[in-house]
């Protein structure tokens, strides 16, 4: 099993980075092999329909997710949606995504959008034909304080959604 978690959030104290770091933690602890992709850390351009896919680091983010046995997406809600920078790698490596098990991790400025994920999710499974995990995570503010995630129920929940990632991707590939 090789996992990767993308971290998409470029803000330095993102809150979707908690639940990235909670699900590697959980991973780490039962011995799955996994790789945390931080957005921050890999700078991708703009996708432009051309010129972009060129680019050195679009080719690194392309090869980590095609390479992934499965994904699981850690990004923040904005206006109802996951961020632009996750759409944007999605964009530059559309097809690396094909057939991969993908969860999603997301921390929202409210409780009214737990709902936005799944423009993303169902772009995946129609363009890509990844199959969704149906366990997924969504932490609004009250869930975090200054020490990181204060929710037991949410730090749980991470837990969950990251070993069933791990168990649906397993099964799948046993097909």
Not at 1 to 24: D, F, T, Y
């Amino acid at each position: 099993m090789n996992l990767l978690i993308i971290s998409a959030s470029l803000h330095p104290a993102s809150k979707s980075r908690l639940l990235a770091e909670a699900a590697g933690a959980t991973l780490t602890a039962d011995g799955v092999t996994h790789q945390i992709l931080d957005l921050r850390d890999l700078p991708l351009p703009l996708c432009d329909g051309g010129a972009a896919y060129g680019d050195p680091n679009v080719a690194k983010a392309a090869t980590l997710v095609s390479k992934a046995s499965a994904i699981m997406v850690a990004s923040p809600i904005y206006n109802y949606d996951v961020n632009a920078a996750l759409k944007n790698l999605l964009e530059l490596t559309g097809k690396a995504w094909t057939d991969k098990t993908v969860s999603f991790l997301v921390a929202a400025g409210g409780h009214s959008s737990y709902m936005s994920i799944m423009s993303v999710a169902n772009s995946l499974m129609l363009d890509f034909r990844c199959v969704i995990v149906p366990r997924f995570v969504y932490a609004a503010p009250a869930d975090f304080n200054e020490n990181g995630i204060a929710s037991e129920t949410v730090t749980n929940r991470v837990a969950e959604c990251a070993r069933a990632t791990v168990q649906l991707a397993a099964q799948r590939a046993q097909t």
